[in-house]
């Protein structure tokens, strides 16, 4: 089996070049929780300080490894071979090419030799408190990319990852108190896109999903810098802190962002910062249900190849074929009532190869009778279908309504070539912008458009 690339560089990691924000040596890497089975039937659970596994591999000839790297070594029986499975899904087998592994059990240190070990597991306590740093090269196993991200790995002591385009880096594995941290900070670099996200998960709230999460500008310059997000000033900011999801390239199109986090520490509240941030009231329409393919509502023919995904914070709908048109519908768990709180519909989209078209893209449904009751948000042709990310913020004062919304419609109709997409990563209801007190300044929006033109 050829080694990953992510495992590579985890190797490659020696040297931490020292963390800005949190003075080196301040924190000692987390111990690992390790649980050994020897082939004379003993069983020795402890922990074990960060060290080196060596092996010798058929594919790759001798390797050496961090402990933190791998969830598990089993002894073959009936072979002197070992099956050395790393925390990425990586399984390698070899003979082991060093003596022994220390464990700090309840009665004291011992050295366990490998060759009496018939099983033992590697894990990683939850962190409990901030700072998250990446001296650790089992770090890296605990950061996994979505969407537009490549595979992160540490460079000179930094999580680094490209971004081609919006993406984001999910930690789990946390049990932070929400209080400890009422300041967030992340010394990260950028050189693409002014704006990241911050989302968070709680012991009541599992998810990553609005309104728990906080926007912060960026500086593209491809240097260090300490971005403070006041997040104890949220209200959903409680209890305890589970999991940690930072967006990258949010307004970077579809360039090729190169992005860094040295550090994620805590800082005590009341200071002044320099990025803007907002918590809104909002009813996010990207909640992960399905939407409804309905492709009989287009004449003369039929589509046939079509596609919908739905996740929470994102939906993609396409048509391959020619010149054809598709609607998707779903009707709301609840009503939209207005008034009622909400003023603005905040879309922020990609689309490509979209049809110069007279209809709607979004339609919303109100509470009143017949299939076309509501009212058109956005038109097909106002949509900039160059491939990057756009955002509409629409105020709602706008349209005429006659009752509360119970659902909507998108449609996508392809041109001559097919191949109409359209992706949502935002698509929401929000209420008035309120930043917290300790924002100095309202938050410019990224590649906001002009007003569509609606009839």
């Known amino acids: 089996m050829k080694m990953t690339l992510r495992l590579l560089a985890v190797i490659a990691v020696v040297i931490f070049a ?6 080196a040596g301040e924190v000692s890497p987390t111990p690992l929780e390790v649980t050994v089975e020897t082939a004379d039937g003993s069983r020795i659970v402890g922990t074990a300080a960060p060290q080196t596994v060596t092996f010798s591999c058929a594919s790759t000839g001798t390797m050496s490894t961090p402990l933190a790297a791998l969830s598990s070594i089993d002894r073959h029986y009936g072979w002197q071979t070992y099956r050395f499975t790393f925390r990425n899904g990586d399984v390698f087998h070899g003979v082991p090419a060093q003596g022994s592994l220390e464990v700090d059990a309840p009665f ?28 650790d090269p089992g770090e890296v196993f605990e950061w996994t990319g979505y969407q537009n991200v490549a595979v992160p790995t540490i460079v000179d002591g930094a999580l ?6 919006h993406g984001y880096l999910h930690r789990a594995n946390l049990k932070i108190p929400a209080l400890s941290c009422p300041v967030l ?19 009541t709230r599992p998810g990553f999903a609005d309104p728990a999460f906080l926007s912060f500008e960026t500086i593209p310059d491809g240097q260090f810098h300490d971005y403070a997000i006041p997040v104890g000033a949220h209200s959903l900011w409680s209890g305890t802190i589970t999991a940690l999801r930072v967006d990258g390239g949010v307004d970077a199109g579809a360039n090729k962002s190169l992005v860094a986090f040295e550090s994620l520490s805590a800082a005590p509240a009341g200071e002044s910062f320099p990025e803007t941030v907002r918590e809104e009231h909002s009813f996010d329409i990207l909640d992960g249900k399905p939407f409804k393919p309905m492709p009989a509502w287009v004449a003369p023919a039929v589509p046939v190849n079509l596609g919908h995904v739905a996740e929470p914070g994102f939906a993609h709908f396409y048509v391959t074929d020619r010149d054809a048109s598709v609607k ?5 768990p609840n009503l939209v009532e207005f008034p009622g709180g909400y003023s603005e519909i905040e879309i922020s989209y990609q689309a490509w190869e979209l049809a110069d078209d007279d209809g709607y893209a979004i339609w919303f449904f109100d509470c009143m009778a017949g299939e076309s009751s509501g009212f058109e948000a956005v038109a097909l042709k106002d949509l900039i279908d160059d491939g990057r990310i756009h955002t509409l913020r629409i105020p709602l004062s706008q349209f005429d309504r006659v009752g509360a919304i119970d659902g909507c419609a998108v449609r996508v109709k392809s041109g001559p070539i097919g191949w109409g997409f359209i992706l949502f990563h935002k698509f929401r209801f929000v209420g008035a912008v309120s930043a917290p007190p300790a924002a100095p300044r309202p938050e410019p929006l990224p590649d906001v458009l002009h007003r569509p033109r609606f009839r």
């Open 18 to 23: 020292g963390c800005r924000s949190v003075a």
């Open 108 to 135: 004291g240190r011992v050295a366990v030799p490998i060759f009496h070990i018939t099983h033992a597991d590697i894990v990683h306590p939850p962190l409990d408190a901030f700072p998250i740093l990446f001296d």
């Open 160 to 165: 680094t990852f490209e971004c081609a385009g």
């Open 185 to 203: 900070v992340i010394r990260m670099k950028t050189d693409a896109g002014t704006m990241g996200l911050v989302y968070w998960m709680t012991d």
């Open 328 to 332: 998707w519908y779903r009707a709301f």
